[in-house]
Structures are given as C-alpha cells and as structure tokens.
C-alpha cells in the first residue's frame, strides 16, 4: 500500500514557475514507477510523464516535454514536477500516481493516487 500527498499547487502568470512535490508513505516508495497526471474541467485525464523506480529514465507527453521535469529522491520517498514556461492550456488539477513495474501512459494501469493539487496559469 502507498498513499500519495501531493503539494506544490498554485496560481502563476503565463511564463511562470512551479514546483510540485508528492510525498508517498511506506517502505517500498522506491519499488514504484511514478507518474503525473492532469485533469482539466471537462476532461479526460491526461498523462504528463512518469519516472523509473530508480529514476533512471522519465517520458513525457509531448506538449510539456522540454518544459516539465520529473525527479524523484527515493530517501525522501518523494517525487517533482518542475513545471516552467507554464502556459494558460497547463491549468488543471495534478495528480501524482504509482505502479509496479513499466511505465504506462495510461491512468487504468496506475494503483495507486494522490488527492491532487490545483494549478492556475492566467494568461
């Protein structure tokens, strides 16, 4: 069992900056791929990227890729997004979620999932 915590949510400007974070409980956090998911109102869920269990590899969808990082620091048991050149079509709400094993860019493959943390770009 993992439970998620995500934070870091907020409102910026267009062109802006921020960092979210998502802090998992239990022993085996490292055993995880992680992924961050976005829903916009109206929406369908939508995957944004993932990373590896030892954070070796990360993928991402193409419209943030070059603008987002994912990191994590497994002795921490948390994992980032660093969202820069946000842009008003980034606004949504953004989960954090983990599964065993490979990665997928689909959220029915993904276990476990963080209440999610709002994010704002004004234009």
């Known amino acids: 069992q993992v439970q998620l915590v995500e934070s870091g949510g907020g409102l910026v400007q267009a062109g802006g900056s921020l960092r979210l974070s998502c802090v998992g409980s239990?022993?085996?956090?490292?055993?995880?791929?992680m992924a961050w998911f976005r829903q916009a109102p109206g929406k369908e869920r939508e995957f944004v990227g993932a990373i590896n269990w030892s954070g070796g590899r990360t993928y991402y969808v193409d419209s943030v890729n070059g603008r987002f990082t994912i990191s994590r620091d497994n002795a921490k048991n948390t994992v980032y997004l660093q969202m820069n050149r946000l842009k008003p079509e980034d606004t949504a709400v953004y989960y954090c979620?983990?599964?065993?094993?490979?990665?997928?860019?689909?959220?029915?493959?993904?276990?476990?999932w963080g209440q999610g943390t709002q994010v704002t770009v004004s234009s």
């Open positions: 979620a983990a599964k065993m094993w490979d990665v997928s860019g689909s959220h029915y493959d993904y276990e476990y």
């Open positions: 239990g022993r085996t956090f490292s055993s995880y791929t």
